[in-house]
């Protein structure tokens, strides 16, 4: 059965850092691109980043580029985001998934909120 | 950038009838090389991650209901959900995975007349 788990979201202050990972099981995780989506509360999904699955590759929504950082550690089936320079319009509901879009598996998410 | 634009923002069926959802990108999704749209469905029903339906436009995930079908190719797709159950209940939302940034749409609200 895959499996996706996020962990790392939590309460940080604007211009905070957070790092987020996402441990994976169940499917061979070294030969798919991975995803990071977010959800704002209340509103629709947004692509955020991913990254190919050698990790020679990723790209970025243009409001975190330069901000966040996508990564991956196959040997560990485990990927991150680190993310720096947080906004309150960065607080969300931060959802792994595999694929580089037509998404079939979801984590559960983890909240990220950005409050003083 | 590939925006991708849904019709409409909310809908409601009454049970058994038809539901559809219209998705407008802005580029072709049409891939010459494989012919093949790269446009996926998704539905998100409360307090839960969203589920893949569809995927290139037409093929229906493993454990899909069959009733859930999406048509179209090039800017245009529809999804047709054909007699609403109950349980279909959610947000329906458009992505365009041709090329980055994998934009979804806003998002359709689905709900019972």
């Known amino acids: 059965e895959v499996q996706l788990v996020e962990s790392g979201g939590g309460l940080v202050q604007p211009g905070g850092s957070l790092r987020l990972s996402c441990a994976a099981s169940g499917f061979t995780f070294s030969s798919y691109w991975m995803s990071w989506v977010r959800q704002a509360p209340g509103k629709g999904l947004e692509w955020v980043a991913n990254?190919?699955?050698?990790?020679?590759?990723?790209y970025y929504v243009d409001s975190v580029r330069g901000r966040f950082t996508i990564s991956r550690d196959n040997a560990k089936n485990s990927l991150y985001l680190q993310m720096n320079g947080l906004r309150a319009e960065d607080m969300a509901m931060y959802y792994c998934a595999t694929g580089f879009g037509s998404h079939g598996h979801w984590g559960q998410g983890t909240l990220v909120t950005v409050s003083s | 950038d590939i925006v991708m634009t849904q019709s409409p923002d909310s809908l409601a069926v009454s049970l058994g009838e038809r539901a559809t959802i219209n998705c407008k990108s802005s580029?072709?999704?049409?891939?010459?090389?494989?012919?093949?749209?790269?446009l996926a469905w998704y539905q998100q029903k409360t307090g839960q991650p969203p589920r893949l339906l569809i995927y290139?436009?037409?093929t229906r995930e493993s454990g899909v209901p069959d009733r859930f079908s999406g048509s179209g190719s090039g800017t245009d797709f529809t999804l047709t959900i054909s007699g609403l159950q109950a349980e279909d209940v959610a947000v329906y939302y458009c992505q365009q995975h041709y090329n980055a940034p994998p934009a979804f749409g806003q998002g359709t609200r689905v709900g019972i007349e």
């Open positions: 580029q072709s999704l049409l891939s010459s090389s494989d012919n093949k749209n790269y």
């Open positions: 290139w436009a037409s």
């Open positions: 990254i190919k699955q050698d990790g020679s590759d990723k």
